[in-house]
């Protein structure tokens, strides 16, 4: 583990954040006078971003919204969500004390995520997760994000690693896409958010629990 460079997604992957951006999208839904949606509905549009959620959420509806209503809507479900960014929010089983192992062991941990670099270091520092990884980079990090594969590959560089002792752990086919075209290898977990089960995706390697997250990596990287 002393070269190797472990990179996670978050929404889905590290974090079980579901709970709170469900909150945030009824919240928006309640303000415009619409029902609230099921979390059954909502969790596999987590990772295609605030605007996706709320705009499916909405249904036809949402074909009539102007841009500036749009920004508006997008604005709010922004403001609720930074203000109760980890209410529901927890650390999927596991996750916590594998990244510790993983450090100690001499790994670079880092984060690749399509959320505001902003709201994810808020969020991983609520959760006492911060300090663990040696970068962050969000959709706003680069001039690029998920799936293009230089957001990996600068993720990648900016925790001072290389990409060819390097790992993606991801839970959906954005992830999946990003490492393939990046030549990274990847991890898949079967708990996140998606909408067709990961082991049809095409992963290296597929997880159920973080206990078999070192096992996996190990196999990869040789």
Not at 31 to 54: D, K, N
Not at 121 to 141: E, H, I, N
């Amino acid at each position: 583990m002393r070269d190797a460079t472990l990179v996670f997604d978050l929404d889905g992957t590290l974090v079980d954040t579901a709970p709170d951006l469900i909150a945030a999208t009824n919240h928006v839904l309640a303000g415009i006078g619409l029902p609230g949606v099921s979390e059954h509905e909502l969790r596999p549009l987590i990772g295609h971003g605030a605007r996706f959620m709320v705009e499916h959420a909405m249904g036809p509806d949402a074909a009539r919204l102007t841009d500036a209503e749009r920004a508006r809507l997008l604005d709010l479900f922004l403001d609720y969500y930074g203000r109760n960014i980890a209410v529901g929010s927890r650390p999927f089983e596991g996750t916590v004390a594998a990244l510790d192992r993983f450090k100690a062991a001499g790994a670079k941990l880092a984060v690749c995520t399509n959320k505001n670099e902003k709201m994810s270091k808020v969020l991983l520092d609520a959760l006492g997760m911060g300090q663990l990884f040696a970068a962050v980079a969000g959709r706003d990090t680069f001039a690029v994000f998920k799936p293009h594969p230089d957001h990996l590959l600068g993720t990648i560089r900016l925790a001072g690693g290389d990409a060819t002792r390097a790992v993606m752990v991801g839970d959906s086919r954005i992830d999946i896409e990003t490492a393939k075209a990046a030549r990274v290898p990847v991890v898949a977990v079967s708990f996140g958010y998606t909408d067709k089960p990961v082991r049809e995706l095409g992963p290296d390697r597929v997880i159920d629990h973080y206990d078999e997250l070192e096992p996996a990596i190990v196999a990869l990287l040789g």
